[in-house]
């Protein structure tokens, strides 16, 4: 790896263009000794060209959606248009105050408003507050929604949530959060849930359950309806984990499933970049029921004004998850990608991620893969096991991954859902082509042939990456979080 | 068909292989009465002109005011190269790092930056960001609360000088685990907290006292005493702080006898554009005997299978993806392209810029208070020594002060009446060293003048 | 220091290497009466933050006008994808690729440009750029001379429905080699030249014949028959054309029956902002056999040394640099940087999307156009084929008209008269596929608003 | 190498968002047929993910300055800050027009005329003008005010322009270009001019000589006030090339060195990007005789507003040299870097680009390595000879430069100039740190032992780009310009 950006560091180097000039000199700073610093942070003394030269060299070593095929499972790396940037970051709103007056800010409510409106046409529902920093914010929101709307009623036995074993860690921990104790219910092998064990699971405990349809294991929980059913007939409301939306949008809705509050993960179905680890966001939507508690602020429209709604008049709003209104940026861009793709550019999407992910799913079967739920349609996106392969020649998911990348390939996801051992998550996204599928599915043919003949090549990969495999548990066990200067 | 490939020989061959003969086909295990033909109400599908056009006149109502509002997001200079580099697409279109091999320079970056924010605050350690100061102070109170073997009580002791909206965000997410949060009241003729007064007022036992530094009003106050009084209490001590003002004050780390236990809160001032509040950066940083109570991600530095220095997220037993219920926090996102650019602006800035960029906010804002106070009836509301946000008593309602001076595009600052009852007349104002004296005389004139005016129309 | 990273310490440790005592040692080969202490009356330093302020309080002076002048220089819709691209470091702060095992990227993309400008011109090689389309044209009228072998004089005709611009700075260029421009007038009622016409003046031998299509006041000519009669005068065709209009007219390569021999213009159009003229990019093609006559950069694809694909500048005996004074130009540099944006614009539309953008101009320009001449005294000069400019005759002189209109924030063309004696009413205008009906709508009510206004005045 | 985009290509696959949609389908195109195209031009049918993948993976195959030491002599790679590019590209200067009236376009016009005042204080010269393109077009604008001058005086029998042996190619091509015979005279081993040569060189047939001064041998023309006053005495004028001004910039100025027209590359001394071969600017500057035969446009202050100066009223101008006015972008960055230097900091480029060429030059001598004129002061670039090296093992410069592209540097400028055998122009500049001018020293030390141990090695370099070493014949032999689909 690089050298780390201290170890360029010379005492008093520095970028002088980037220093304030004025006002210092001729007045002196009046602040009572006790409460300054004495000691200098340990940040660069470097040259401007040496943070730039460093950072750029930094970022050739990542692979990324706008150089590599990412068909990163749950994570749904498509392409994220440039025009989203580019208008978000218009000097208008780059530069504005989060505690400007609503009139320095029309243009800003007006696009947060109509985001507004096109996600609740999207899933159906009734409401939506795009507060929530990212999905599992948003969930919080939707469980913490959920919890008010129980105690709003005085229905205060319900201290549970439900969740499918295949659930994404996110949910269980985002229902503790808000108190919740976590019943887990089983899959069956039909990739459908059990609802004999759901059955039994509900009860005047019971708060809600949450769901992602399709689930994370690629196929639609077919039985929707019975399941909302058996919710909503035992006190209980039901959670949308909005990750998967991209598999369904413009063909069913949330809101339709009957489905009571969900959030939205804006950079997986609207496109937005996701950094590197963020910032996403995770707007909320509710149906009518849950509308008083949506997070504020959220935008609304009087006359031809746009105005904030804030805890001042939505007294039962679960309040506020930010110190301002959420990540704004992503939203302005996530308003672009929408206003880009119209309703038949949204349904699209659906339909080209799934004929992708089935097309996908399909030559891997005829490669002689073994395919989870093999009989099901897959969604946006399906697992490969590669139990077999491990039992047969000791080359793992992992081992796969790792060779991936020596293709030029980001790895799909490993290891989730939890539930399918060996497995490897795969969203081949709807921007994608078929050359590059095919590409992609000749490469895992080759790696396959590899884990035959000369599986220790798989086993150590990556090679061609600039450090070879890393040492996870070394890391955890002599934890080095920060550089210390060697004196 | 906007940003998908596929030509009709593409589809052809596909659905040919699938052995379907229409995409709808795809949807065939979905129960069909739950199917929809369309979306209503969303408009039609703008090309990139249009929707540029549309974006463009949006933006422009926006536009071209002179900021004096500060509140917990602060304008300071972004260097050039922090968002030409931050914005590579290899930084902003990746996804969290899980293949360390594919993802070095995000992993070493974040390295850097937890080094960084670890050395600003005078901790140990340092995650790699949440997402914003107010959860960040949430989750440092509920990482205090799992922290604190000592005691086993949810309560928790905030002062009301704390920013009023962190206290509604806190609120909001920890009450849900029964966390019992107790506010106290600021002196109204210091603007800050005592240990006297809190003394007094808090009896039982409790988890942690936060401590912002500066306060919400821009005030110093006593933090070595505060932090003693906590640990003598058994309670952590949580310092919230504006990590630009470490430049120049103490490091939570060396506040009294021990040093605060964690330090969290907002560093948007790195770097990042105001945006209308987001996305923005929150940090949290703590001390090693903590570490394992610490929410969200983390990189460490490990060896390669050839021995060479590499990193990696680490400690990943303490999060969701595999604690589940059981984890620190929902968390599982961070806002890592956020730290990118805090990243870049700090190693732009140095020791030495950090330090001019701070000390030329405190002196900007204690000239423009000055100036102020020339003016008839306006007055420095709290006495005692302030960073770079001051209270201004104004001889009458704020509120409209800024409505009338928005007419010469300023945003004067804040007004306190709607944070503090019976502080209508108070003005938390801001001033960064991107303002220069001529902005700041433009500010005093047109304070004077909204004076006039509002006092005659009364 | 600015950009200067020596602390004393590395200063210091370098004399001594050096073996001096200060820096100024270092200029005392220089006879002293030359050094200067100072220079005078250069502005202090300014720091980023202070010449940002400046410079964007310079550029909003120049902002929001609706701009409706061509005449050479174009707006279209740039994608925002292409300075994303062509805006990162690796291409913007490269040189030459001299080196190209370290440029391959450049490299390549040269090709591909290369490619797209010989397919849109329909000729076989295009060089890898030059300046802008008028020192283009230039260079291709020095090339065509020495390209002529059949005919010993440096003479040239040029109608005068070449963009004057263009007209000025090919004198200005080709006159030191005595080379001498024929100028065509062009015809009165029709706007452009004849073969006829022409015949009649040219009597005598010449090496080339400049045909530019669209012409200078948007006018589609009759290029077949141009070109053929300069190949049978034994000259050159040389075509000047605006490659965006090529995606819907014929090429230059299919120009009657031999086809133009060279192809040159403005390739501005192609992603290139408008940028007050600069940079823009200059293209010049040609048939193979005059290949080594092309002045500028070329790049070729060649292999290394496993035999894999590459690419690399070749034909480099033609350049200064081998030829010295002999070289088919001093051109050293091109506009590298430019042609990445030209290529990633070309890849981005494709051939459909290139078409739809010449259609929509040249529609939304007739309908201008018909709308405009609906206003009383209002008309189209010429009669004939319009691509995306036209020129109105208005009831009054245009130079009025274009100040009144600046009012309303409209650039409403170019006055001809300053160009053409006699043609003070006319207005050359042009509407691109930026521009909406309700642009255009108000383009016609600001028109006529000015009409009036100005004939009141009179 | 990457496929060629070409190759991506599928029929009708298109990115549909940069379409232009409306009026399209109601109105015809009204256009001849015979006027109309048939064919379809070769440009490639690919998404808008395709086209972001490909030129942005294209890129990470390209040495930059951001990314790498870029020490290539004559070239002067050093930082281009950031900060210019960003503030040229404000809407308001982007968006434009040439032809839009000097009222729309003060600020424009401001800094182009402050950057004329700072060139002229920098130079010593009377007059500027900004608007050629490039260092060659400028060397051509100088000529032809020399020519112009000549001519107004009706002194016919100037012929010749003087230029030294060791002169850039575009000295003799920029003089042939305005109509001039080239005569070549001898650099002495000193590095110096040959006074002599030059005394019989002069004559009634001489127009002007043309000069850098440091040399692109990397050293100070010590008799320059006798060269002046030969080519003076001769009836001649001074041209000096001002691609080395970034060496004596606060220092010397050529005005005062009786230079009477120059021309300055601005991304060598004003540190504006190269982008990849241009586009540069070349302005001029003149003194006080040649005013007015400046080429147009310029711009002049009356009162308090900007205007353009144009043929109109300069009638002896030599005309215009492009459509408009020049590089106009490039023009804004190299204002915008002489406002952030300053006085004083221009004066730093020329001291801290020559202590780091001396100091480098220094060290490489220490090391055994055979330099150019060692008894003399290096300027901002120094030359070092591989004649020894390639006589005794075949190790030639080009060895040299291909070699060190393995260690992650750009090579210097090798082959040029053209009368010092096997050589390499390193030029460092100033804004590169001692830490990477060591490590470079230490990687040329390192070379140098294998070029003895192991010739191969280098003989063979590069080995670790993308492509092994490039067969030029093979290019100039097998011509292949444009690509063929096949089919
Ligand atoms: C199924 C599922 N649910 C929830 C989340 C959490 O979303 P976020 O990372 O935005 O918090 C994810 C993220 O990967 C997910 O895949
Ligand atoms: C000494 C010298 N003169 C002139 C030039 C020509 O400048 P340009 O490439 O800008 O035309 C160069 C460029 O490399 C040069 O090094």
């Known amino acids: 790896m690089s050298e780390l950006i201290f170890e360029q560091s010379q005492p008093n180097r520095s970028a002088p263009t980037q220093m304030p000039v004025d006002f210092l000199s001729d007045r002196a700073i009046d602040l009572p000794e006790s409460s300054l610093r004495t000691t200098k942070p340990l940040l660069p003394e470097v040259s401007e060209l040496q943070v730039v030269r460093h950072y750029t060299n930094l970022s050739k070593q990542l692979f990324s959606v706008d150089t590599h095929f990412y068909p990163l499972g749950s994570c749904t790396m498509k392409y994220n248009p440039h025009i989203m940037h580019q208008l978000a970051s218009l000097p208008g709103f780059l530069n504005r105050h989060p505690l400007s007056s609503e009139e320095h800010g029309q243009g800003f409510l007006a696009c947060l408003f109509e985001l507004q409106e096109i996600l609740k046409a999207v899933t159906g529902m009734a409401g939506v507050s795009l507060t929530p920093m990212a999905g599992a914010q948003g969930e919080f929101a939707g469980i913490s929604m959920i919890r008010q709307y129980h105690q709003s009623r005085h229905d205060d036995g319900r201290t549970e949530i439900i969740v499918p074993d295949a659930a994404h860690g996110t949910n269980p921990a985002s229902a503790s959060m808000c108190g919740y104790t976590i019943k887990e219910i089983p899959t069956l092998e039909s990739g459908d849930l059990d609802l004999d064990a759901l059955k039994k699971a509900v009860g005047p405990q019971t708060a809600g359950i949450m769901l992602t349809n399709p689930s994370t294991l690629g196929v639609f929980e077919r039985r929707i309806k019975e399941v909302a059913e058996i919710v909503h007939n035992a006190g209980g409301l039901l959670y949308y984990d909005g990750a998967n939306l991209n598999a369904i949008l413009g063909k069913v809705r949330p809101g339709d499933m009957n489905f009571d509050v969900m959030h939205i993960n804006l950079h997986k179905t609207f496109g937005t970049p996701h950094g590197g680890g963020g910032p996403g966001a995770g707007p909320v939507a509710v149906n009518k029921r849950l509308l008083p508690f949506l997070p504020v602020p959220y935008v609304e429209k009087v006359d031809e004004d746009y105005r904030w709604v804030t805890d001042k008049t939505a007294t039962q709003s679960i309040g506020q998850l930010s110190a301002f209104m959420g990540n704004a940026g992503i939203l302005l861009r996530a308003y672009v990608y929408t206003r880009l793709l119209g309703a038949e550019g949204m349904t699209r999407v659906a339909e080209f991620a799934c004929l992708n992910s089935n097309y996908m799913k399909k030559r891997f079967e005829q490669l002689g893969f073994k395919i989870d739920l093999p009989e099901r349609r897959a969604s946006h996106e399906f697992i490969i096991s590669m139990k077999d392969q491990a039992d047969a020649y000791h080359v793992t998911a992992m081992d796969y991954a790792k060779r991936l990348l020596d293709y030029g390939y980001h790895a799909p996801t490993v290891y989730f859902p939890l539930i399918v051992p060996e497995c490897m998550l795969i969203e081949p996204t709807e921007t994608e082509t078929k050359e590059t599928l095919d590409e992609f599915i000749d490469t895992m043919a080759k790696i396959k042939q590899e884990a035959m003949t000369n599986p220790e090549l798989v086993q150590k990969a990556p090679h061609t990456t600039s450090l070879k495999r890393l040492d996870a548990v070394k890391a955890a066990r002599e934890l080095n979080l920060v550089y210390t200067p060697v004196v | 068909m906007p ?37 209503p109400a969303i408009p039609k599908a703008l090309n990139e002109m249009q929707i540029a056009r549309l974006m463009k006149d949006r933006a422009k109502q926006d536009e071209n005011t002179l900021c004096f509002i500060g ?22 279109t990746a996804y969290t790092p899980y293949q360390p091999e594919a993802s070095q320079g995000e992993l070493q970056l974040l390295y850097e930056y937890q080094t960084m924010m670890a050395s600003l605050t005078g901790m140990d350690a340092s995650n790699a960001s949440l997402y914003d100061g107010a959860s960040a102070v949430a989750e440092a109170i509920l990482m205090a609360i799992r922290s604190n073997r000592q005691c086993q009580s949810k309560r928790v002791v905030i002062p009301t000088t704390l920013n009023p909206l962190y206290r509604k965000a806190i609120q909001a997410i920890v009450s849900k685990q029964s966390v019992e949060l107790i506010e106290i009241p600021f002196d109204e003729k210091t603007g800050r907290i005592t240990v006297e007064a809190i003394d007094k007022i808090v009896n039982q036992e409790f988890a942690a006292l936060v401590i912002p530094q500066p306060n919400f009003f821009g005030l110093l106050g006593d933090v ?35 040093g605060a ?46 021995g060479k220095i590499g990193y990696i997220l680490t400690l990943q037993a303490r999060e969701q993806h595999i604690r589940r219920s059981k984890a620190t926090s929902n968390i599982c996102s961070n806002q890592g392209l956020m730290a990118v650019a805090a990243t870049i602006y700090l190693s732009l800035l140095g020791p030495k810029g950090l330090k001019r960029v701070a000390a030329a906010s405190h002196q900007k804002t204690m000239l423009l208070a000055e100036k102020a106070t020339k003016l008839k009836g306006v007055e420095v509301l709290f006495h005692g020594h302030y960073f770079h946000e001051i209270v201004l008593q ?7 002060i800024i409505q009338e001076m928005a007419c010469y595009q300023i945003a004067p600052g804040l007004a306190l009446g709607e944070f503090y009852p019976g502080m209508d007349n108070a003005l938390l104002v801001c001033c960064t060293e991107t303002k220069t004296e001529e902005d700041i005389n433009k500010y005093i004139e047109c304070l004077k003048q909204a004076l006039k005016n509002k006092a005659i129309k009364k």
């Open chain 2, 394 to 400: 104004l001889p009458q309602p704020a509120e409209p």
């Open chain 2, 3 to 39: 940003f998908i490939p596929h030509t009709e020989k593409d589809v052809h061959a596909m659905l040919e292989s699938i052995g379907i003969r229409s995409i709808n086909e795809l949807f065939d295990e979905i129960p069909p009465e739950l199917l929809i033909d369309q979306l």
């Open chain 2, 224 to 258: 070595d005493a505060l932090t003693d009084w906590a640990h003598q209490r058994q309670a952590l001590a949580i310092a919230v702080v504006n990590p630009m003002t470490l430049a120049l004050l103490k490091e939570p780390g060396l506040w009294g006898e021990k």
């Open chain 2, 71 to 92: 509140a917990g997001a602060y304008e300071h200079h972004i260097p050039a190269a922090v968002w030409d580099i931050a914005g590579r697409v290899e930084y902003m």
């Open chain 2, 261 to 306: 236990d964690i330090a969290c809160g907002e560093a948007q001032p790195f770097g990042i554009p105001l945006s209308s509040g987001g996305p923005y950066l929150g940090f949290l940083c703590c001390k090693n005997e903590y570490i394992r109570q610490m929410p969200g991600r983390i990189v460490g530095q490990t060896t390669d299978a050839d």
